[in-house]
């Protein structure tokens, strides 16, 4: 496994890889849920290669982008268990020299404006402008990215779409804790107290996944009850509760759905999404 830090070093070793090549971007602290992207983009690739960066453009003013977990050491011994041949530690300078004078924003359109976008105002532009340039310079055949983030993986699907980009979104089901926690890197800010809280979302979504034989009222109905038990109690803040289509339009009359959750336990923000079949 080779592990580099400059855009340099990158294209050199990035040059000695076979085809195809998958790709696995992450802002780090790897746990279970990363190591599935990897060990997915393992199986079916030839050479596997993951970011490790922590993007300053997709954190708003006043978010986390300080106290983010930094684990390089553990990560490293992830990748190298996983089979990973080539893992890319850029610094802020390499992903945009000159602070990137040229302004390349990409913006998301419509979609980036609900759920996450609407309480993390030019989050997705954030993401979008990191990826694209992520399957820019590393031009995959395939990209993994999780479901957990349910709204990122549509929009990264639309921006290789829009983009003519070539590149294969491989979308991988959230990984759970046994008690139904999806595992984050944020989970490290959690008080026992407060973990047993956040499971309030997977127990929502789960109620709401049941409810959906009698309807869209239903799911919302039993997820909503299952979060109210929690919610205002000061223990869990929800952002919102939302059934939508899996493209994230208008929830359909039958057949598939998404339902998404976010909610803040203490300090922490969390989000979480399950499929729903209406
Ligand atoms: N529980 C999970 N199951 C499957 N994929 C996951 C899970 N958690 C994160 N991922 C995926 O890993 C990739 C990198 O995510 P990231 O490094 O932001 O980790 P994270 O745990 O989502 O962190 P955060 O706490 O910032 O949300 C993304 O594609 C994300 O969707
Ligand atoms: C896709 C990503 C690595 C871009 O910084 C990030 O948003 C994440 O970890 O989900
Ligand atoms: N969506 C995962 C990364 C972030 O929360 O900024």
């Known amino acids: 496994m080779r592990v580099v830090r ?13 085809a195809p090549v998958g790709l696995v971007p992450t802002m780090g602290a790897l ?11 393992r199986d079916e ?27 390089l050491d553990a990560d490293l011994a992830v990748c190298e268990d996983v089979g990973v041949d080539l893992v890319w530690a850029p610094g802020v300078e390499d992903v945009y020299p000159r602070g990137g004078a040229t302004r390349v924003r990409i913006e998301p359109g419509p979609v980036g404006d609900l759920l996450e976008g609407a309480v993390r105002p030019g989050h997705f532009a954030g993401v979008l402008t990191v990826v694209g340039k992520f399957l820019n310079l590393v031009r995959p ?31 991988v089901p959230t990984v759970r804790e046994p008690d139904g926690l999806a595992l984050s890197s944020r989970n490290v800010y959690l008080s026992p107290d407060e973990r047993r809280h956040a499971l309030a979302l997977s ?4 109620a709401g996944r049941d ?9 919302i109905a039993a997820a909503t009850a299952e979060l109210g038990r929690e919610d205002g109690t000061g223990a869990l803040a929800v ?8 493209d994230l339009g208008e929830i359909p009359e039958h057949g598939p759905a998404r339902l998404l959750v976010a909610a803040r336990v203490g300090s922490t923000r969390l989000i979480d999404n399950v499929a729903v079949t209406l």
Do not use: W
């Not at 127990?203 to 789960?206: D, E, G, K, T, V």
């Open 45 to 71: 690739c030839a050479a596997v290669v993951t970011t490790n960066f922590v993007n300053p453009m997709q954190f708003g003013p006043g978010e986390d982008l300080a106290k983010y977990p930094r684990t």
């Open 141 to 171: 055949d395939r990209a993994y990215f999780g479901e957990k983030d349910y709204q990122q993986l549509t929009l990264i699907r639309q921006l290789s779409d829009d983009l003519d980009l070539g590149v294969v979104i491989v979308g």
């Open 6 to 18: 400059t855009r340099a070093e990158f294209a050199a070793a990035r040059a000695q890889l076979p």
């Open 211 to 219: 409810a959906a034989p009698q309807g869209a009222l239903a799911v």
């Open 203 to 206: 127990r929502a979504l789960s």
């Open 239 to 246: 952002d919102y509760l939302e059934l939508r289509g899996t």
């Open 31 to 41: 746990h279970a849920g990363h190591r599935a992207l990897l060990q997915a983009a």
